[in-house]
C-alpha cells in the first residue's frame, strides 16, 4: 500500500517555541492531506484538511495563526505549532489521499505520528 | 456533532483466544463504517470496513458486521496470535464528508 512518513517522530521543545512537523506521500500523489491531534486515550480529532496550493480549512476551535498549515506540492504538507506550550503537547497524525472523487476511508493513508511534547 | 465509542483497554488474551472489540456510533443515516489498525511504530492501516446495513467485512480472521438497529460495529476474531497484538480504531465516515470520525482506540496485548 502507499506509504506517508511523517518527520520528526518525536520532539521535546521549549515553551514559547515553534515546531514543524512534515508528512510527506512517498509513492504518490496527494491532493488531500489531513492533520489530526490525539490526546492520551482519547479520540483522533480533526484539525485541519489541507489541499494542494490552496488554503488549509480548519475545523471549528482550531487557531490557524497558531497551526500553520503549507501544503506546497503534492507530497509534502507540513504543519507548524507557533509559540507552543506545554498544552499543545500531543500526537499528531497526518494522513494523505489523491483523487478528489474516491470514497472515504480506502483511500486514507496514515502516517505514524509524531509525539511533541512542550516544556 | 458525530462520535464513535468503542471499549477501552487494554485488552490483554492469551493467544488463540477469542476476541471481541465494541464498537458504537452516533451519526444519523448511513455511514459507512471502519477498523484501522496500528502496530507499534506504524501509521494506521485499514483492516476492513462496511458500507451499508448488515453488511460484513473482514480480513486477516477479523470481522465485524454493521448493525444498524444497534449502531454498532464490533470487532471480531475467533484465535488471537501474538502478530495481533496492536491498537485498533473504530471509525465512522459519510459521502461528501471525507474526514472520519474515530473512536478513541483499544490496544491489544496478546500473550504466548
Known amino acids: 500500500g502507499a506509504v506517508v512518513s511523517q518527520h520528526p517522530s518525536r520532539v521535546i521543545c521549549k515553551s514559547g517555541t515553534s515546531v514543524k512537523i512534515e508528512c510527506r506521500s512517498l509513492?504518490?500523489?496527494?491532493?488531500?492531506m489531513f492533520w489530526y491531534r490525539q490526546f492520551p486515550k482519547q479520540s483522533l480529532m480533526l484539525m485541519a484538511t489541507?489541499?494542494?496550493?490552496?488554503?488549509?480549512?480548519?475545523e471549528q476551535g482550531v487557531e490557524k495563526d497558531k497551526f500553520l498549515i503549507n501544503h506546497a506540492s503534492l507530497t509534502l504538507s507540513t504543519l507548524t505549532v507557533t509559540s507552543a506550550h506545554p498544552e499543545d503537547s500531543s500526537f499528531y497524525i497526518c494522513s494523505a489521499r489523491d483523487g478528489p472523487g474516491l470514497p472515504i476511508g480506502v483511500e486514507q493513508f496514515f502516517g505514524p505520528g509524531t509525539r511533541l511534547t512542550v516544556l | 456533532g458525530n462520535s464513535v465509542t468503542q471499549m477501552e483497554g487494554p485488552v490483554t488474551l492469551s493467544e488463540e483466544a477469542f476476541l471481541t472489540i465494541n464498537c458504537t456510533y452516533t451519526a444519523t443515516g448511513y455511514p459507512s463504517l471502519f477498523w484501522y489498525v496500528q502496530y507499534p511504530g506504524e501509521g494506521l492501516q485499514l483492516l476492513l470496513k462496511a458500507t451499508k446495513a448488515d453488511d460484513k467485512g473482514s480480513n486477516k480472521g477479523f470481522e465485524a458486521t454493521y448493525r444498524k438497529e444497534t449502531t454498532s460495529f464490533h470487532l471480531e476474531k475467533g484465535s488471537v496470535q501474538v502478530s495481533d497484538s496492536a491498537v485498533y480504531f473504530c471509525?465512522?465516515?459519510?459521502?461528501?464528508?471525507?474526514?472520519?470520525?474515530f473512536g478513541s482506540g483499544t490496544r491489544l496485548q496478546v500473550q504466548p
Open positions: 489541507s489541499n494542494e496550493g490552496s488554503k488549509a480549512t480548519y
Open positions: 509513492d504518490f500523489q496527494a491532493t488531500t
Open positions: 471509525a465512522e465516515g459519510k459521502t461528501g464528508r471525507r474526514a472520519l470520525t
